[in-house]
């Protein structure tokens, strides 16, 4: 895509923005395995990688076009564990933005609605438009 990783946190960045596809990770010594009901994540990351709302809304929009895709990199930002770790602000649009996720994770239907707020969380920053 635009630019390579220079580190491994920058990498699984651009994997949460969906900016490279998550097997990209395997380049950085990072092993993520989906199964049917888990994530298995063996990787060399000593602390995981702080993700916000603004990338997870990024990778959802980037994704949302291609539903099985989208629900394996959900299945990857939300269940992998020891590598991304989501900080989220209290506030109702952060709330609604890891509702969505969850959802996705699960395989539920995505709906325009939803790509909408994700938008919308990205365009202001993390913050819903009125």
Do not use: C, Y
Not at 40 to 51: F, G, L, M, T
């Amino acid at each position: 895509m635009s630019s390579t990783p220079v580190s491994l946190n920058d990498a699984v960045r651009r994997v949460v923005r969906g900016e490279d596809h998550w097997s990209t990770l395997r380049s950085w010594g990072v092993e993520v395995s989906l199964d049917a009901d888990d994530v298995a994540v063996e990787s060399p990351i000593k602390q995981p990688v702080i993700i916000g709302p603004v990338d997870v809304a990024t990778g959802l929009i980037r994704w949302a076009a291609e539903p099985e895709l989208l629900h394996d990199w959900a299945r990857v930002v939300h269940g992998a564990s020891g590598l991304i770790e989501l900080d989220f602000p209290d506030e109702p649009a952060s709330d609604r933005l890891l509702d969505l996720l969850w959802r996705i994770t699960f395989a539920e239907t995505l709906v325009k609605e939803d790509i909408e707020r994700a938008a919308r969380a990205v365009l202001h920053g993390g913050a819903e438009a009125s």
